[in-house]
């Protein structure tokens, strides 16, 4: 049995996966309106990960991260890479082969939402609110240079990935 702060991040998960989906039905034709509340939504939940509880983890362990928090990290620097330029085929397969993981490496058992669920104790709800309360982030406007695509290729590979170019 999960606990609030688990079943919140999964069911976030969840919500933007939805947009996500829907973004995709027809893969050459993206449904801009649903893949921008993916973007959104999945901007600030990476931000929720980053600022509130990775470092809660940190904190509450005694300074020690979460073991995987550097390959979360990396794969954070990866996705975002990938949303910045406007979505493509190629940028969806590569979105859909790290989330796919990246979810998972998440919610497993032991996973960052299962630690923090375990150390929070007194301080569950204190860090709810923080979460729900954190801001969306203001993304940059799609990145159409021709070379955002190399960029975005390395941030990939950085994060123990092949990109996928087909």
Sequence with gaps: ???V????????????????????????NIDMESYDKFRNGLLRHIS???????????????GKPSDDAARIRLEHGAIGA?????????????????????????EQRG????????????????????????PYVTPNKYNEKPEVIEAVKRAVERAGYTFIDK
């Design 5 to 28: 702060l688990y079943n919140y991040f999964a069911e976030d998960h969840n919500r933007i996966d939805s947009y996500f989906q829907k973004a995709i039905v027809d893969i050459q």
């Design 82 to 106: 990938l949303l910045v330029p406007l979505p493509t085929p190629v940028v969806i397969a590569n979105i859909q082969n790290i989330l796919e993981k990246h979810n998972e490496l998440e």
């Design 48 to 62: 929720i990960e980053e600022k509130i509880a990775l470092p809660a983890i940190a904190r509450l362990q005694g």
């Design 1 to 3: 049995m999960h606990g």
């Design 111 to 134: 996973g960052i939402y299962d630690r923090l669920e375990q150390l929070a104790g007194d301080e569950t709800q204190e860090l709810l609110n923080q979460i729900k309360n954190a």
